[in-house]
């Protein structure tokens, strides 16, 4: 049995009884005239993927992929190591991990050449970038699976030095082609429907992404009912590694933040392969703008919590969540219940 | 070669980056020294009025005794919370932990919501408030409520800030909303404010107004903060470059609010009545920004 079928065995319905206990506590607090809105379900969410009625404070890794795409290589000047881009982004990335208290992993699953040298940078690759998705699969079955089963190992890393919090970025030039290649493909949307454009983009560079995008989805015609026929025809390397996250955290007591459309591609991609891989998942961005806005979260039982459309996808938005996350951790941990203040509602 | 966001693509998140950049000019990366303070009022306590204060005064007695949701928030950014009673219903001076400011036990149901005289003083009660936490050296406020029947004053400051905005777009449409006059905010902030507002609002109105003035940042959250926030913003205009709202609402009140004052929130939790813990959500917003300060160079 190989490592990835391995976990999706000993991925499980999470407790409904935990559920109810922590629910339960939610009620008998006193909060006095607030109302918590959706940030009660976070800490339900968080409490159930690390079986914990009352968590501890979690600890973090922000983990995101390295990788090229072919099909965007004709847009994207350099889309090598050399691009100054990646500095900026491991930068950002770096300010996003500090902020959050979190270690930062960036992992080199897919960059030519050298690669990039940073000391946060490991390598796992498992390509030189991604063959041209316009002009047949951007990778072989053999590489899809790969891909993800080294999520899936990375996630089992960290978790086995104590992480349980995981925020999933993308430093990946072109990523959004990959995950909108994905979406669309498990989705049948068109492309147009599901494109996120990188805010430097020009307004023809984002149409020719969009058009290259439709034209691999017409290309390949992935299967919509073979999660790995869609990531090896229209996706990326990078969306396959974090797909592996998701599935490495779900099966080992983990909880994973989205950050961006590589996140949520790789929701899509690990719900298709496991339905209950999304107990552990939670979104951070609500997507505004996008023409699937609403339809993006709901299709994977999602709620977004902030509109900051950060330039790249280096975990900003899912390091804010996480912010959240653990300022309602501490409030369902540190108020006091009604009985105990001797108060009524 | 830098890979900024283009001018027209500027997100919510680049308009606050930019507006903190040039409030905190100088500054090194290093976390705001930050405050929570909650203004508490009761409003309309003459009208329909079952539980007589009763919700506000616990609520306003479990913060002072730190067992608030706002607490474990402030506790969690390292910043302590200022509680004011400002005209809470019912009387507090055995809640210690409570700063007793109190101008009336809760404002009129109708017009005016109080007299003048009580609008001054809520004012220079928030004024020196502001004035304290400056001397203390915070760099940046959250602002929170404590009170029942908050969005009735909300409401009514709202619909006198934006008074003549209202009645212009309704005629627009071919008819005419027609609405109490209550004077003219921008010239008789006073008359206005006690008219249509609640004390917490009003004190919220000077506290922020001394604030924005020295430089250290506001965060509001919901649609009273936001009003005191809008009020500010048409007496005095400066105000705007030190204001900076975090959650965002469907509820209509705040999203007039938001229009008027050209702001895209960015959390989108739904919490309301939070008394600060919405606010205390955007200091942190404003804390991840710092530690971009200087990037450019």
Redesign the interface.
Known sequence: MGLLEDTLNRIVPLSSETEEEIRTRWNRL??????????VDMVVHYALSVGETMPEDPEKVLIAPLSEHGAARSFINRETPDN??YA?MI??AE??A??AGAELSLVDTGLSGEGLSNPHISRQRVAEGTADFTKGAAMTRQQAIQAIESGIEMAGEWIEKGKKLFYLGNLSLGSSMAACGVIAGLKEWNAAEVYRPE??MSKEQVVDAIEKVQQALDANQPDNHSPLDVLMKTGGVDIGFLTGVILGAASRRGAVILDGLSGVAAAYLAFALSESSLQSVMASE?FSGNRRQKDLLQGLSLT?????????ETG?AA??AG??L??VL??Y????TKEE?G??? | ??????ES?K???DVMQDKVFSLYKDRGQEPLRKALVVFCGDTAVDGVNKTQGR??F??A???SQG???V???A??INAPVYLIDIGLQKDTTAISGILHQKVIHGTHHGYPAMDKETAERAVSAGMAVAQAVIRQGIEAVGLGH?G?RYMLSALAVTTAALHQRLENATRKNGYRLHLKEVGNLAENPLEVLAATGSTEIVAMFGFITVCAKNGVAVVFDDAVSGAAALAATIVYPEVLSGIFPSL?YDEPVHKMQMQALHM?P??????????G?GA??GL??L??IM??YG?AE
């Open positions: 006193y909060l006095g005239l607030t109302y918590m809105g959706n940030a100054p881009a900026q930068k950002e300010k996003n500090a902020f805010s430097w609500c977004g919590v902030s509109t900051l459309n950060p330039v790249w900003m390091v804010m912010d959240m653990e300022t501490h409030i941990k540190e108020c006091a203040l108060v009524e509602a | 070669m830098k890979f900024d966001r283009k693509h997100s919510g998140w919700l506000s616990n609520e007695a479990v913060i067992y608030g949701p607490n474990a928030a506790r969690r404590v029942e965002a895209e960015m959390l989108h939790y739904g919490i309301t009545g939070g008394a813990l205390a959500a942190s917003l804390d991840r530690m971009n990037k």
